[in-house]
């Protein structure tokens, strides 16, 4: 059986943009407030590598444990090896492979494809946490943002959200393009920080 839907590609793109922010962060800029609430810069990039290097492990061995996961202090050298990390081992895979991921809600057997579009999903809204905690405007391509607002309208909106720890806020509704409308599914402010708290 062949995956149809594989977003490796599009998934280093993605890394790559996020990339050139995290090259030009300031220590100043790690204590800013982020978009997701509970975070501010620093441990929303430290989740992320946290996330690759978990991932990555989940991909190779097929399953692992939730200290796997745990947030890495973001660094040039971190954020460059976990990506390297999670590129290669998507990169090595079998998309039809399945494995746990416990990460992921319910947990359960899961293609490494699923996993590869959920991260792709990841990097590009956390992407434009990046970017709004810089106080700059962040709009993917057209293509990229029509798909982001397609898998987050795949993602189920229910109590599981306002749980602690949940990934995302419960979705809210909002006009304009797909990307505002995909970042509003996600429980984002489109418009953060400029719209009244």
Avoid: K
């Avoid at 989940?58 to 973001?74: E, K, S």
């Avoid at 709004?132 to 189920?156: H, K």
């Amino acid at each position: 059986m062949v995956v149809a839907d594989d977003y490796r590609t599009q998934h280093r793109t993605a890394l790559d943009r996020a990339t050139l922010y995290v090259a030009r962060l300031a220590a100043a800029d790690l204590g800013r407030q982020t978009p997701c609430t509970e975070w501010n810069l620093g441990e929303l990039l430290a989740h992320m590598v946290g996330q690759h290097v978990g991932f990555a492990r989940v991909v190779r061995d097929g399953q692992a444990p939730q200290h796997a996961y745990d947030p890495v202090a973001c660094t040039t050298t971190s954020w460059t090896a976990s990506v390297t990390e999670l590129v290669d081992a998507f990169a090595a895979a079998d998309l039809n492979t399945r494995v746990v991921e416990i990460e992921l809600d319910p947990v359960r057997p899961l293609p490494i494809a699923f996993l590869v579009a959920a991260q792709y999903l990841d990097t590009v809204v956390h992407t434009w946490d990046v970017a709004a905690t810089l106080g700059e405007l962040y709009s993917p391509p057209d293509d990229v943002a029509e798909t982001i607002w397609q898998m987050a309208n795949r993602i189920p909106d229910d109590d599981r959200r306002q749980q602690p720890g949940a990934a995302f806020a419960r979705g809210t509704q909002t006009d304009g393009s797909s990307w505002h409308r995909g970042l509003a599914a996600l429980g984002r402010d489109p418009f953060w920080p400029t719209s009244p708290r």
